[in-house]
């Protein structure tokens, strides 16, 4: 085996496990939303928000830093970025509790919760900029096209199995949500995370990653990369799709832990693992298929059926149910959950299509990207809000929506149409 190949290997092996430390640190938010909502009822999305709020922040700068310092130094800010974040987060179970900042909605919100907050969204900045770095970098290790969205979406299978781990864990650990739950139960998932960026930072500060563009001359960029449209309507796309994916299971576990009943918070916990599991599958089926399936084609049809879950799902009778451990459990979040299989490429589908002949803007249209990505923040706040008024289930037609827009996305807007624009 040449040396190169050597060396893009250990890279492949490297991106995939930074593609499963942004999952782990990501989903942290949902299961954590159910524990500060329960004296906070209207910050359960808050976590979220500023985890995605910092891609709006950080987004195009750290697609400035991979050009300006390379893939690995950017992976390796970002990683101490984590532990910082992180860390913030386990100081919100230790202090400040009580003492008040200020008052909203007639209650009064106590120090804790904003540290909580601030290190969500330092957590944000660095799963932005670790996201930067692998998509791209996987991309082109795979040589772009068919075999490079194949790349992503092994990343993406890893990606999935941490995603499954954290909310499956997080019920496991707290139980049921009561008014003596605080962060300090969640502890050990957080030194988890300190730990694995902590090994993240000594592994690749070690291992060599190609970097395409360092100690090149910079390329003069005469257009900006959404004057493609393929890669503009992409960029819509992701912002819709990352609402998606965090939307789903996010209410599908507030709706059942707030069902009530004894362990509703463990049995919502894994459902909405379940949802990562299916997209665990999906990706990993997603691998060994993308070399011999068009990208194209497979978005299509995930986008399609995807719709037609949520359809079955909304219109299911909520009298239908199965048991769990004792407890009745409407039959449609098996159908919600389900869905997992659906969205399980939709990230390296519309990145893959979006790049597609990019040449030189591919960095800058990385860092749009994750700008975009503050979609998973937005949009689930937008189906809470829905939610809260029309019932979690009813919040499912703002999906059904976006997943529509995805659907045309396959279908017609994703061809380059600007060929005329020079890449090289």
């Known amino acids: 085996m040449s ?3 050597k060396t893009n290997i250990v890279a492949i092996v490297t991106m995939c496990f930074i593609f499963a430390m942004i ?3 990501t989903n942290m938010g949902a299961p954590f939303g159910n524990i500060w909502g329960f004296t906070y009822p209207f910050a359960k999305a808050w976590g979220n928000l500023m985890n995605f709020a910092a891609y709006l922040f950080m987004g195009i700068p750290a697609g ?3 050009i300006k310092y390379g893939y690995k130094k950017t992976a390796l800010i970002a990683l101490i970025v984590g532990i910082v974040g992180l860390a913030l987060q386990y100081l919100s179970s230790i202090a400040g509790a009580g003492t008040f900042v200020f008052k909203y909605d007639g209650i009064p919100v106590a120090l804790n919760l904003i540290i909580y907050l601030l290190g969500a969204f330092i957590c944000g900045f660095c799963v932005c900029m670790l996201n930067t770095v692998v998509n791209p970098m996987l991309n082109i290790l795979g040589g772009g096209g068919n075999r490079g969205n194949q790349f992503i979406q092994i990343g993406g299978t890893m990606n999935s199995l941490t995603a499954t781990l954290t909310p499956l864990l997080t019920g496991l650990l707290v139980g049921t949500v009561t008014a003596k739950t605080n962060m300090g139960e969640v502890a050990p998932l957080l030194f988890i995370g300190m730990a694995v960026f ?17 100690g090149k001359e910079k390329p003069q960029y005469e257009h900006s990369p959404i004057a493609f449209r393929h890669c503009l309507l992409g960029v819509i796309a992701i912002f819709f799709y990352v609402g998606i994916e965090i939307g789903i299971p ?4 507030f709706y059942i832990t707030n069902l009530g009943f004894e362990g509703s918070a463990a049995i919502g916990g894994t459902l909405a693992a379940s949802y990562w599991l299916m997209m665990l599958v999906g990706r990993a089926s997603s691998s060994f298929l993308s070399g011999k399936i068009s990208t194209k084609l497979q978005l299509t049809v995930v986008s399609s059926v995807a719709i037609v879950l949520l359809l079955i799902a909304i219109f299911l009778p909520e009298s239908s149910t199965f048991n769990v451990s004792g407890h009745e459990v409407p039959v449609k979040t098996i159908f919600i959950a389900a869905c997992g299989l659906c969205t399980s490429i939709m990230w390296g589908g519309i990145f893959n299509l979006s790049v597609e002949g990019l040449g030189k803007y591919t960095e800058a249209a990385s860092g749009i990207f994750m700008t975009m990505v503050v979609g998973g923040g937005i949009m689930p706040l937008i189906q809470e809000s829905i939610a809260k008024s029309a019932g979690p289930i009813a919040s499912y037609w703002l999906v059904i929506a976006m997943l529509a827009y995805i659907l045309y996305y396959a279908l017609i807007g994703c061809k380059n149409v600007n060929k005329d624009i020079p890449v090289d």
């Open 198 to 214: 902590a090994i993240s930072f000594f592994i690749i500060s070690r291992v060599d990653i190609p970097e395409p563009t360092l």
């Open 3 to 5: 040396q190169e190949k």
């Open 64 to 66: 400035k830093m991979l």
């Open 23 to 25: 999952s782990f640190v």
């Open 250 to 253: 996010m209410e599908l576990n």
